[in-house]
């Protein structure tokens, strides 16, 4: 309630490093689903799709997963709360923004030195000549693949390979068991050690090694704001647990802090 946002708004003010984090719930009033919630598309799919292993072993899926999200990663905007968040750091009041999102929004919204943790699905790779494209050079070029794929009779053909050595194509994100991006992580680390006020958006938290970022912050002090849908392991952690949309209550929050 308002009260409540006041005092928040008050903190976040005040603060002298604030880390905001982010994940997949900041982009769901995008049009860009989650991966965990019960209107996430990717049920159980992410840990077992989003693997080396599968690009191996079932490359049907594997293309289908990503070449879905980079068809819409195109189509979709910025919402509200990336557009808040870009204005609170214009205002100097967001001090390093880290996400897990591979979607490009917030730097789309404006928000600057973003650390990816999980890379970036804007742009693919061939993983044998190591050539980088953009992403949508991995979208297949008939335009009914989709229904192709749902009717069992989708087959990932050329367009998945390098136009240079026709290696296979893998989008630029960390896949589960891939390290993550050394300067991303570190920057990540660095400023949240020295956080002061904490913010986590949109995410469950349950992926590590990116997890442990807002625990890092709370051992060393920083007040810790979570703004999410469904409970997380850390709420009891978080001086407040806001549990309504992003984009709204961080449009509202902006708007407190600018106001003051
Ligand atoms: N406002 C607030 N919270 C929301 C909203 C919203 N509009 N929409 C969804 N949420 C919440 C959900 O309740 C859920 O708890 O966002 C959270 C999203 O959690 P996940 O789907 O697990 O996404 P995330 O935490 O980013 O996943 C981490 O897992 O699959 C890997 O690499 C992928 O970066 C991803 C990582």
Redesign the pocket.
């Known amino acids: 309630d308002q009260e409540v946002l006041r005092e928040i708004a008050a903190a976040w003010r005040s603060a002298n490093n604030i880390v905001v984090f982010t994940?997949?719930?900041m982009s769901?009033?995008s049009g860009l689903p989650?991966?965990?919630?019960k209107q996430?598309l990717w049920k159980d799919r992410?840990?077992t799709l989003?693997t080396l292993a599968a690009l191996k072993a079932k490359p049907d899926e594997f293309y289908f997963f990503y070449q879905w999200r980079i068809a819409r990663l195109w189509e979709v905007q910025p919402n509200p709360g990336h557009l808040a968040l870009a204005e609170l750091a214009q205002a100097g009041f967001v001090t390093k923004l880290v996400t897990?999102?591979?979607d490009g929004l917030h730097q789309r919204a404006g928000s600057q030195g973003v650390a990816e943790l999980?890379g970036t699905l804007r742009t693919v790779s061939c993983i044998k000549c190591g050539s980088q494209y953009d992403s949508r050079q991995m979208l297949p070029h008939n335009d009914t693949w989709e229904e192709d794929y749902k009717a069992g009779r989708y087959r990932h053909g050329s367009e998945c390979y390098c136009p240079r050595c026709q290696g296979q194509l893998r989008p630029d994100?960390?896949l589960f068991g891939e390290s993550l991006p050394d300067t991303a992580w570190n920057e990540a680390v660095r400023w949240s050690r020295k956080a002061d006020f904490f913010v986590v958006?949109?995410?469950?938290?349950?992926?590590s090694p990116?997890n442990y970022l807002p625990q890092l912050a709370v051992e060393q002090g920083a007040k810790l704001l979570i703004?999410?849908?469904?409970s997380?392991p850390l709420d009891d952690a978080a001086a407040w647990v806001i549990r309504?949309?992003?984009?709204e209550v961080l449009t509202g929050i902006k708007e407190l802090i600018l106001r003051m």
Do not use: M, W, Y
């Not at 989650?34 to 919630?37: A, E, H, L, V």
């Not at 949109?202 to 992926?207: R, T």
């Not at 703004?227 to 469904?230: E, G, L, R, V, Y």
């Not at 309504?244 to 984009?247: I, S």
């Open positions: 994940g997949a719930g769901t009033e989650d991966f965990r919630s996430g992410p840990e989003a897990q999102n591979v999980h994100v960390v958006i949109g995410s469950s938290l349950v992926v990116a703004i999410n849908s469904d997380t309504e949309k992003a984009g």
